[in-house]
């Protein structure tokens, strides 16, 4: 009987992450007894991680969880480790690391206090800031200039309580429309019903470099909110957790992070090859010189 | 897993708590849903109609109608409303978001509202509408006296099956911007990180708004059912 092949993975991945939770140790002896390794990644997170179709997925923080994987196969002396790709979408997520289905999530998943009740995180390697996009024609230089206009965020994302806060302590009025995905907050701009789009930095440049004409749009204004991005695991597990600490900062030590930055984030990238130019941000710079887990509750607004 | 129901009393940040914010979504539920609810019987009812007269145009115009709304998906037909039509008609930009989600679940609902009345039309026998003319009633008259009260006896059963549809359809609302039900899970779980209980709680209000109709429709179903005839054989 010949099964296909992708499915006996699976079933065996799966019967692995059982036992294993089962015997309760920890994932760097899973990782060891089974021969794979999970990445929990996403489909669509900017330049962080997302997929090219076909089962291919890329980004920064995919190729950092790759090399994470690789220093992990070195550390345990193995000759060979098998790499599996779990999508994750941010309602499942924090359950399939938790139950064992994803041994290591590297996408966009911000650590906050909330979340630290329920798994761990790595040190933080990205930080995100909630950015304005405008048209370059409309005017708007920051926020105080959203007063009376419509302001376009996507639902299921941390900036709409963003906006929200922004909102009260500004005492300012203005409307709120909320696309269904990015693609469709993007759409809310470009067909003129909202004057500006709030989201994280990384994902406006991205949609702007990929717009028609990307020089009709800008990102303006002040940092709205910072929450670092960090690879999240299992709870209660600190050797893997070391391991892969270890891992990112020799990373950084080796400038090897760096050059990851600057082809995803310069360079043009895959599929269309435009390029989101965002430089790395002094705030990243601080996280990758001094390796914290801090939570998001723990950053102040610049 | 370990529960957190308490999330519900976090505040939101914007000066109200998530239950709060819960119900004022579960209102906008039920009002897209209502309003949605009344266009869709209403323009269904006209359309089902117009599909059983003698008059060809009307015919020709029900039908063409109901295959236009009942072959496009939903999320589509929001999509055109909200983003293709005023990008064509540029005055029709300055329409609320609540007209437009109302419009395009009541036409949608009412494709297949007009497919269940002209049903309900056609199973009664065809002696009725020829006595009823004969008695020398116009047609409006006939439908009105002999055939209508009839029909729609016939349809309560599957038009309360719309009528909980249609609550549960209002969910593609949040698609342009209503703050219902939907909105709120999929908001109100990524600020909290309390996915489970959020949806849980989302859910067991659907099920209640849905369930609610269902039993309005069997009262209605038992006070207008004619003894020995049809609907009133029980």
Known sequence: MKLHSKTTLALVASVFAITAYAQDSGTLKKIKDSGAIVLGTRESSGALAFTLGDGKYVGFHTEMAEKIASDIQKQLGMSQLKVTYQPVTSQNRIPLVQNGTVDLECGSTTNNAGRQKDVAFAMTTYVEEGRILTKASSGIT????????????????????????????????????????????????????????????????GLASKAKNPADYKIVGEVLSVEPIACMMRKDDPAFQKAVDNSIQAMVKSGQLAKMYDKWFMQPIPPANTKVGLPLSDATKAAWANPNTKPMEEYALP | MSWDWKVFFQDTGGGQTYLNWMMSAWGWTLLVSACSLVVALVVGSIMGIFRTTPVKALVWLGNAWTELFRNIPLLVQIFLWYHVIPSIFKGLQAVPDFVAVVIALGFFTSARISEQVRAGIQALPRGQRYAGLAMGLTLPQTYRFVLLPMAFRIVIPPLTSESMNIIKNSSVAFAVSISELTFFAMQAQEETSRGVEIYLAVTFLYFISAFAVNRVAAVIEKRVQVPGMIGGGK
Do not use: P
């Not at chain 1, 376009?152 to 906006?163: D, E, P, R």
């Open chain 1, 142 to 205: 920051g926020i105080a200039g959203l007063n009376g206009k419509t302001v376009a965020t996507t639902t299921g994302t941390t900036s709409v309580q963003t906006l929200r806060k922004n909102k009260r302590a500004a005492g300012m009025d203005f409307k709120e429309v909320f696309g269904k995905d990015h693609a469709d907050s993007f759409l809310l701009l470009e067909s003129g019903r909202a004057d500006a789009f709030v989201m994280d930095g990384q994902i406006l440049a």
